[in-house]
């Protein structure tokens, strides 16, 4: 299952990228996202950008047909990776996964500058669970709980900005 999202933060995007290149803002945001047991696994800085690989836990609400294969409250794994693409644009990639769970989710992020000053967050999220027969309507009915995650971040950003 693919998707969708995107924001627009109030704040130009030499801002926004401040945030997304600070390691402090990645774990401030899954705190907000009420995330417990954050533990960073590896950092790696550069002028160009940043790689986090982060590990915590989250709750989750499991669609009924998920039950049996997907946790309520996971171990989750992230691995971002941010990039200054040196034209003003900036993006990245992303991996995620759930202990014990049989789902790879994987996607992109890129944020441009809007004409009125503001700056424009994609995220494109490619999800698959490998379950025969229902592996593909898992992967479907978590696309709420996918929104609901992704408003949250979203929402974890816009505070942070508001404190910068």
């Known amino acids: 299952m693919k998707m969708?999202?995107?924001?627009?933060?109030?704040?130009?995007?030499?801002?926004v990228w401040a945030m997304f290149?600070?390691?402090?803002?990645?774990?401030a945001k899954f705190e907000a996202m009420g995330h417990r047991d954050i533990e960073v696994i590896e950092e790696e800085s550069s002028d160009d950008g940043l790689r986090m690989v982060i590990k915590r836990v989250t709750d989750l609400d499991v669609p009924s047909i998920a039950k049996k294969v997907l946790p309520s409250s996971p171990t989750v794994t992230t691995d971002d990776v941010w990039k200054d693409h040196g034209d003003g644009t900036y993006g990245g990639h992303f991996?995620?996964?759930?202990?014990?769970?049989?789902?790879?989710?994987k996607g992109t992020t890129s944020l441009t500058a809007n004409d009125d000053g503001t700056t424009h967050y994609e995220v494109e999220i490619d999800v698959s669970v490998k379950v025969p027969l229902i592996g593909d309507k898992i992967a479907k009915a978590s696309k709420g709980e996918l929104e609901k995650q992704l408003n949250a971040?979203?929402?974890?950003?816009?505070?942070?900005?508001?404190?910068?």
């Open 153 to 164: 971040e979203f929402a974890a950003g816009d505070a942070w900005l508001a404190q910068a």
């Open 21 to 27: 290149s600070d390691p402090a803002a990645h774990v």
């Open 95 to 105: 991996a995620v996964q759930m202990d014990g769970v049989p789902q790879r989710t």
């Open 4 to 15: 969708t999202m995107t924001h627009d933060f109030d704040h130009p995007i030499d801002e």
